[in-house]
């Protein structure tokens, strides 16, 4: 299980600069019942050279708050939102948060968007869900003509129009252009995992988060990648493009206990967020090739059995997406993740982890 807490470690300043294949980033997720931000890991992080820190949002803390507290306190790491949820705010509140944090950071915020899941977004933000793909589109194209500054804000889609003349207008709406100039090269990234998502990610955001993945089954993203890209309006492909999915790392001497919260949320996504016939996670472990597990798995989420749901997670699942065990055997993992990034799939790893021992064996073996 994690260890203790070690001793800031200080390292050279180009212990940076060494990894160009792989680059790591320290995921903390959002907040439990008392909002708590462990500044001492993420320097530690910072002094071995990860390159960025990121925040979450679900019905609790928010994404936006920590990333800023914590950009407010480094000098060199970057901070991000894995992920904003877009219905809860509008594009132009999303791109006037984006450049204030890119201008104050120096440069060091990236904004990471997601269209969450009907029941968040309708059960607790009181707004519809609508086409999330279409919504991920326009809300990306609206932020980046905001930051590109050419003329007064228009737009007119099917979930955004700007100015607003729809049912409950004045009519007084007028097309303004930002104050404040924000930098059209600001990394715009998104939460996706299905055919379309991944696809609409290619075309139109520097890169995405898979909530985890198996790095040698880049095949399940490539096709959809592949026709993302060309429809692109500027030249893409995986050199300008960045994969960065999340990987749990835990480590222990006994591997079936460091396996346990792998397979606790690996049963919650695959089993509980969403409903049986609309669940994207599910989903995406069938197309990984257990379908059969995560059928069970649902099924005993959804009938209230969370912990026989979370027996039933495969142990080979655990080992695709994680990192799990030994220093020695998650050495061996890593070798698998080092051969994706080499081969350009996967640009970050974002590490899900508060042992400082798992943090300085990546930062050893990566960077």
């Not at 026709?227 to 492909?237: H, I, L, P």
């Amino acid at each position: 299980m994690p260890g203790p807490r070690l001793k800031r470690v200080q390292f050279p300043a180009e212990l940076a600069l060494r990894g160009e294949t792989m680059k790591l980033g320290l995921s903390l997720g959002y907040s439990g019942a008392k909002m708590k931000i462990d500044m001492e890991g993420i320097l530690h992080a910072e002094s071995l050279g990860f390159d960025s820190v990121w925040f979450a949002e679900s019905w609790g803390s928010d994404a936006v708050t920590p990333a800023a507290w914590v950009l407010a306190r480094t000098s060199t790491v970057k901070a991000g939102t894995a992920i904003m949820q877009m219905p809860a705010r509008t594009p132009s509140c999303a791109a006037m948060t984006a450049m204030t944090l890119q201008q104050l950071s120096g440069n060091r915020f990236i904004l990471g968007l997601g269209a969450s899941g009907p029941q968040v977004i309708e059960g607790w933000h009181g707004v519809p869900y609508g086409k999330p793909i279409t919504r991920t589109r326009e809300y990306i194209q609206v932020v980046r003509q905001i930051l590109a500054r050419k003329g007064p804000l228009e737009f007119a889609g099917k979930e955004y129009q700007i100015p607003y003349l729809g049912k409950g207008s004045t009519g007084l709406g007028k097309p303004l252009k930002s104050i404040i100039h924000g930098d059209p090269s600001l990394p715009i990234y998104t939460a996706a995992i299905t055919d379309n998502g991944v696809r609409c990610a290619a075309q139109y955001a520097d890169g995405f988060f898979p909530v985890w993945m198996n790095p040698d089954r880049f095949d399940v993203f490539k096709p959809s990648l592949d026709a993302g890209f060309s429809k692109a309006d500027t030249e893409k492909s995986l050199d300008n493009f960045e994969i960065a999915p999340f990987v749990q790392v835990v480590m222990g001497d006994d591997l079936d206990r460091c396996r346990q919260p792998v397979k606790a949320m690996l049963a919650l996504y695959i089993g509980g967020m969403g409903a049986r016939n609309k669940n994207f996670y599910n989903d995406y472990a069938a197309r990984l090739g257990y379908a059969a597990e995560a059928a069970e798995i649902q099924d005993l989420y959804l009938a209230g059995k969370p912990q026989e749901a979370a027996k039933r997670v495969p142990d080979q699942l655990i080992d695709d997406v994680s990192l799990v065990g030994t220093a020695d055997r998650i050495s061996e993992g890593l070798e698998r993740w080092r051969r994706a990034g080499e081969r350009g799939e996967v640009k970050s790893m974002l590490v899900q982890s508060n042992s400082a021992q798992a943090l300085n064996l990546l930062a050893e073996r990566l960077l």
